[in-house]
């Protein structure tokens, strides 16, 4: 088999691994979210849409695939994997809201304040952000380690502490700066899923350090790449609106090094992941190892 269609087939492997559990997650929120009933049902209907709208569920995976690579089981990595998912989903409803990115598009559907109404956007987002750490609280015995975990990735000093500095920050900004947004705001949450994951599984505090480090690359490749599809992409490939980080005068890699640096920054990411996944073991045919390629050659 030549190197071309070696790599093709470590693509599928990947892509059926990744819908397996696309699937097994959709089953995990359907089970943890709150229903739609009672008298708080408009509000779940809201979160339910936020969180059951679709996309790849690459962080509840990396629970997944990091809770098995430790010896866990899925549904010890089932709580985890619904958190993450939840502060995921979370974000994404209070991005799109006209005082963020004032965007009208998620995934191919409308953003929940246009579904709804912005202060129901608001109020979804918060009640998913409190729902992923009621789950992880009921969790024993590691519940309070895993809600320090998930609330120092998501805190002023991870996602939300990206988010402003983002925010603040324009095309202009310097590389240095536009990595520390991207660390805070994409990778921390990404390093989140995969050392909650090797929690679940019971890794050592050394393996959970590892675990961490190869998401934090993980993210930085992904929101390198995700600056690149803002301008090369289409609405119909991407699920949401193209060119708004130009619009919004964003500070991007793409804004500070240009296309082919931030296709440079991504392609030594995906590199440094692979290593890291080396140190945990995974080989290549392995979710873990194949996904950084994978995600380097996404196109939405």
């Not at 993450?84 to 998620?106: G, K, Q």
């Not at 983002?166 to 536009?178: E, F, T």
């Not at 699920?239 to 890699?253: E, I, N, S």
Request: aromatic content about 4%; hydrophobic content about 45%; glycine content about 8%.
């Amino acid at each position: 088999m030549n190197k071309a269609a070696r790599k093709a087939e470590r693509r599928a492997a990947v892509d059926a691994r990744l819908e397996d559990s696309r699937l097994w997650t959709e089953g995990v929120l359907e089970r943890l979210l709150p229903p739609a009933e009672g008298p708080f049902a408009t509000l779940h209907e809201a979160m339910r849409y936020a969180a059951l709208g679709g996309g790849k569920r690459v962080r509840a995976a990396l629970v997944r695939e990091c809770c098995r690579r430790f010896g866990g089981q899925d549904e010890d990595a089932a709580p985890f994997a619904a958190a993450i998912e939840c502060v995921h989903a979370y974000s994404l409803v209070h991005d799109d809201l006209p005082c963020m990115d004032d965007d009208d598009l998620r995934r191919g559907r409308p953003t929940v304040h246009k579904a709804w109404n912005e202060a129901i956007a608001v109020l979804a987002g918060d009640g998913l952000l409190t729902h992923a750490f009621l789950l992880l609280s009921r969790v024993r015995p590691v519940g309070a380690e895993a809600v320090l975990v998930l609330a120092d990735a998501a805190g002023s000093r991870g996602m939300v502490g990206g988010q402003a500095l983002d925010l603040a920050s324009n095309s202009k900004a310097a590389r240095q700066q536009v990595e520390t947004i991207h660390l805070a705001k994409t990778a921390a949450l990404i390093g989140a899923a995969c050392e909650l994951g090797a929690l679940a599984g019971c890794a050592r505090p050394m393996e959970r350090a590892n675990a961490r480090d190869y998401g934090v690359q993980l993210g930085l490749l992904f929101q390198a790449i995700d600056d690149v599809l803002d301008c090369t992409a289409d609405a119909a490939t991407l699920g949401k609106t193209p060119g708004k980080d130009a619009d919004l005068d964003k500070a991007t890699l793409v804004a500070t090094v240009g296309l082919e640096g931030a296709r440079a920054a991504a392609a030594l990411h995906a590199q440094r992941a692979r290593d890291l996944a080396a140190s945990l073991g995974a080989a290549e045919g392995e979710l873990l190892h194949d996904l950084p390629e994978v995600l380097l050659g996404r196109r939405a």
